[in-house]
Antibody, heavy 122, light 114 residues
Framework: EVQLVESGGGLVKPGGSLRLSCAAS????????MNWVRQAPGKGLEWVSS????????YYADSVKGRFTISRDNAKNSLYLQMNSLRAEDTAVYYC???????????????WGQGTMVTVSS | DIVMTQSPDSLAVSLGERATINCKSS????????????LAWYQQKPGQPPKLLIY???TRESGVPDRFSGSGSGTDFTLTISSLQAEDVAVYYC??????????FGPGTKVDIK
């Protein structure tokens, strides 16, 4: 079964750090671009970051640029998001999502994890 | 950035009736070299992650019931549920991937049963 499972969410104080992980299974992880998308409580979807299959291309939304770092370990079938200098407005469910296209970054997402909640509050 | 808008914000439709959701992009998402519209639709049920329904504006994802259809081109798009079922209660989002990697979603349309 094709699956993405996020972990690492929790409660953190403003200015703090958190590292999210996403474990992939059931498909050739190294062949797909991967993404993080977040959803604040009761709000819509916001793309956060993407990374190409070989980590050659990495992109961030302006709202997280300079604070978040996306990475992947293809040997471990895992995607990561290092979040530093967290703010209250970063509070959201964070989803990892697989790109629809093989070996390229199309930008539509066909497989999503269940999400992990990040709460930034003092 | 390409801004996506959706209308209506919410709608209530009787079981078996048609539901229509509109999505508009602030600039064309039609790529002239391949004549494809870089527009996707997602369904999100309460407490669940989004699910891809439609990509290339009108291509149904594998396993998606054929009562879901997408249409439109350029800047104006429509998601139609031809005969609403109880399990279709959800929020529906459009998303452009024309300006990859700067991806943007619409604000969502909530669909309920009347």
């Amino acid at each position: 079964e094709v699956q993405l499972v996020e972990s690492g969410g929790g409660l953190v104080k403003p200015g703090g750090s958190l590292r999210l992980s996403c474990a992939a299974s059931g498909f050739t992880f190294s062949s797909y671009s991967m993404n993080w998308v977040r959803q604040a409580p009761g709000k819509g979807l916001e793309w956060v970051s993407s990374i190409s299959s070989s980590s050659s291309y990495i992109y961030y939304a302006d709202s997280v640029k300079g604070r978040f770092t996306i990475s992947r370990d293809n040997a471990k079938n895992s995607l990561y998001l290092q979040m530093n200098s967290l703010r209250a407005e970063d509070t959201a469910v964070y989803y990892c999502a697989r790109d629809l296209a093989l070996e390229m970054a199309l930008g539509a997402f066909d497989i999503w994890g269940q999400g992990t909640m990040v709460t930034v509050s003092s | 950035d390409i801004v996506m808008t959706q209308s209506p914000d919410s709608l209530a439709v009787s079981l078996g009736e048609r539901a229509t959701i509109n999505c508009k992009s602030s600039q064309s998402v039609l790529y002239s070299s391949n004549n494809k519209n870089y527009l996707a639709w997602y369904q999100q049920k309460p407490g669940q992650p989004p699910k891809l329904l439609i990509y290339w504006a009108s291509t149904r994802e594998s396993g998606v019931p054929d009562r879901f259809s997408g249409s439109g081109s350029g800047t104006d798009f429509t998601l139609t549920i031809s005969s609403l079922q109880a399990e279709d209660v959800a929020v529906y989002y459009c998303q452009q991937y024309y300006s990859t990697p700067l991806l943007t979603f619409g604000p969502g349309t909530k669909v309920d049963i009347k």
